[in-house]
């Protein structure tokens, strides 16, 4: 049931006006700001969970933070269709992806961020892990002072690595114009990290 709120004015003729303003729509528009706001933060900005079912739609602020919990299914799909979204932002309406690319794309990110966080994770398997963290798409990174290379350079490489292999593994959906403005936003996305990792890095002891 909806729930009004009545606000008495006064008018010029100093009559008296009852206006009303429904309180379960502004409650409804709050929270539709919170579900916005929740797939943002996991997508980078670029998604805001518009192709997901009424059923998740209707969800509390607080299942919707279980439901996108960080490493879950969900949470790795919602970065996927980031990635999907922040490129069809790019693109100009003559080279816009098509649906069957979308889905394409959506599917072959998540596969890739799966395999290259596995063979991280076996990578470092055998060495003392000394920090651990998540890249832009949720893909695990770690390093070893094992290894006598700076904590710094192992996670750049990571990323670097991850880049390339995102770019290669989506080569053939993509057009060659499309890919173009992919590799630029990956150039971006690794320069950003590399930013935040010296930054980081700068502030150590």
Known sequence: MHRFTLTLLATAAGASVLISTNAGAQTEARERSEYRSAFAAVSGGHYFGEDESQDVKRLTPKELEAWLSYGSENFHRAQAKGQVAQLRERLDTSNALTSQQAQFME???????????????????SHRITLASASWTGMITLASDELGISDHDQILAQIEDFSRRQIRALAPVLTAQQLKVYEQIQRERVAQQSSFLEARHSKSP
């Open 107 to 125: 599917q072959i990110l998540i596969a890739e961020r799966d395999r290259q966080e596995r063979e991280v994770k076996e990578q470092y398997a």
